[in-house]
Nanobody
Framework: QVELVESGGGLVQAGGSLGLSCAAS????????MAWFRQGPGKEREVVGF????????NYADSVKGRFIISRDKIADTLYLQMNSLKPEDTAVYYCALRRTPSDIRALADTGAYDYWGQGTQVTVSS
């Protein structure tokens, strides 16, 4: 079983930056892609972006494009999310997720595409 543990959440002022990490531990499984999702108050969980684990290419939601950067360390089995120019509407619980097998790119924006999830970390952006 794989365990994903997020860290790095907190409170930040609008315009500031924050970095999140997601460490994978437990029995080693193949990884096709990992993603960051978020769920704001009263909202559905939505994709922030995802990264192909071996190639490293990334895709982002329009709402964060140009402000957020997803990266990974394959040796450390860790996923990162660097968030810049934060806005109050970025306030949410942020989750990392892992998919083991190949998938169509359109599916990777869907919560149902992922096999493992972290517990979430709160990010609050004050105005």
């Amino acid at each position: 079983q794989v365990e994903l543990v997020e860290s790095g959440g907190g409170l930040v002022q609008a315009g500031g930056s924050l970095g999140l990490s997601c460490a994978a531990s437990g029995r080693t499984v193949s990884t096709y892609a990992m993603a960051w999702f978020r769920q704001g108050p009263g909202k559905e969980r939505e994709v922030v972006g995802f990264i192909y684990w071996y190639g490293g290419s990334t895709n982002y939601a329009d709402s964060v494009k140009g402000r957020f950067i997803i990266s990974r360390d394959k040796i450390a089995d860790t996923l990162y999310l660097q968030m810049n120019s934060l806005k109050p509407e970025d306030t949410a619980v942020y989750y990392c997720a892992l998919r083991r097998t190949p998938s169509d790119i359109r599916a990777l924006a869907d919560t149902g595409a992922y096999d493992y999830w972290g517990q979430g970390t709160q990010v609050t952006v004050s105005s």
